[in-house]
Every structure is written in structure tokens, then in C-alpha cells.
T-cell receptor
């Protein structure tokens, strides 16, 4: 069964460094998403991406964040200058364009630790 | 704005016990409602959904009914198994694209 994959599973970085989290969505999906979950808190929406542009973003998704689909398979989240409060689990998700169930398929997540 | 509140965890039960995980929501209109499950080391998987009032979603023995009058979508299972141990997330479709999640409830089933 097709699945969303994410790399790395765990990333440790120092405050102020740039990080890129990578996702490979399911191949025929056209909508892509990033969510995050700070330890002990809710899963929060960051951004959605369709047709090579951002379609919706949250207040969390400020100028420090960017997303890109550099080729036909990868979908990346970049944090330009990490802060301690960026430490969280980051989930990528994707869905088909015509999915009547509106089901989003999630990856296993990348745990980002900023020290 | 839209929000989802789940019962606090963790929840620990014995095998074959009855399970209820409470979920209430605040939203404008009548959003679609979901339960997602996360097994250890895996991503969030859709467990069940309901798209309108009084709909009952069901899957793998789990059920949840969309209650408009109480703005609730409680998850139930009549007899849990050890393999049901996971984190369960209630969510609603808010905005044009995004899912709004509750904080998750960790469920542990002891044999």
C-alpha cells in the first residue's frame, strides 16, 4: 500500500541553524500539508500546498518557514533559523485532489530537537 | 476559531473492557469530523469519519456518532484488544484545507 515517507526520523540542530525536513507524498496525490506537534500539545496545521503554491497557512507559518516541491516526488519544509520553540514532531500529509472522503494520509513524522 | 477538545489521557484498560474517549468541538457550521490513530512509530491513520449530523462512523469495531446538539464525536469500542494500544486524535475539517486536531489520547490496553 502506498504511504507517505519522511526523512530524517530525528533531527538535532543548534539554535539559529537552518533545517530541511523532507517528505515523499503518495505519488498521485496533489495536495500536500505540514503539521507539527510540540510535545504534550495538539497537532497544529502549518501549511497546505497545491499546484506549486501555498493555498493556506497558519499564523505559526511565518517568514522563517518555507515549503517547496523541488521535483516530482519530494515536498520539503525549511526552517531558516531555528529557535528552541521549534522543537516538535513535524508531520507531512498528502491527499488526492478528488478525494470525497477528504482523507489526508500522514507520514510517520520527523522529530526536530533544537538545542 | 475552530477547536477540538479531547479527554485527558493516558487511558489504561484491561483487554475486553469498554472504551470511550470523549471529544467535543467548537466550529462555525457543521464540519466533517474524524478520528485518527497513531500506532507506535507510524503516522496518523484515519480510523473513521462522519460528515453530517447523526452520521455514525465505524471501523475495526470502533464507532463514533456526530452529535450536533452536544457538539460531540465520542469514540467507543465494546471490547478492546492489546493491539488497540495507540494514540487517538479527534479532528475536524476547518478552513479550506486544514484539519484541526485535539491533543490526542494515549490508550494502553493490558492483557
Amino acid at each position: 500500500e502506498p504511504e507517505v515517507t519522511q526523512t530524517p526520523s530525528h533531527q538535532v540542530t543548534q539554535m539559529g541553524q537552518e533545517v530541511i525536513l523532507r517528505c515523499v507524498p503518495i505519488s498521485n496525490h496533489l495536495y500536500f500539508y505540514w503539521y507539527r506537534q510540540i510535545l504534550g500539545q495538539k497537532v497544529e496545521f502549518l501549511v497546505s500546498f497545491y499546484n506549486n503554491e501555498i493555498s493556506e497557512k497558519s499564523e505559526i507559518f511565518d517568514d522563517q518557514f518555507s515549503v517547496e516541491r523541488p521535483d516530482g516526488s519530494n515536498f520539503t519544509l525549511k526552517i531558516r533559523s531555528t529557535k528552541l520553540e521549534d522543537s516538535a514532531m513535524y508531520f507531512c500529509a498528502s491527499r488526492e485532489r478528488l478525494a470525497r472522503t477528504y482523507e489526508q494520509y500522514f507520514g510517520p513524522g520527523t522529530r526536530l530537537t533544537v538545542t | 476559531g475552530d477547536s477540538v477538545t479531547q479527554m485527558e489521557g493516558p487511558v489504561t484498560l484491561s483487554e475486553e473492557a469498554f472504551l470511550t474517549i470523549n471529544c467535543t468541538y467548537t466550529a462555525t457550521g457543521y464540519p466533517s469530523l474524524f478520528w485518527y490513530v497513531q500506532y507506535p512509530g507510524e503516522g496518523l491513520q484515519l480510523l473513521l469519519k462522519a460528515t453530517k449530523a447523526d452520521d455514525k462512523g465505524s471501523n475495526k469495531g470502533f464507532e463514533a456518532t456526530y452529535r450536533k446538539e452536544t457538539t460531540s464525536f465520542h469514540l467507543e469500542k465494546g471490547s478492546v484488544q492489546v493491539s488497540d494500544s495507540a494514540v487517538y486524535f479527534c479532528a475536524l475539517k476547518g478552513g479550506a484545507q486544514k484539519l484541526v486536531f485535539g491533543q490526542g489520547t494515549r490508550l494502553t490496553i493490558n492483557p
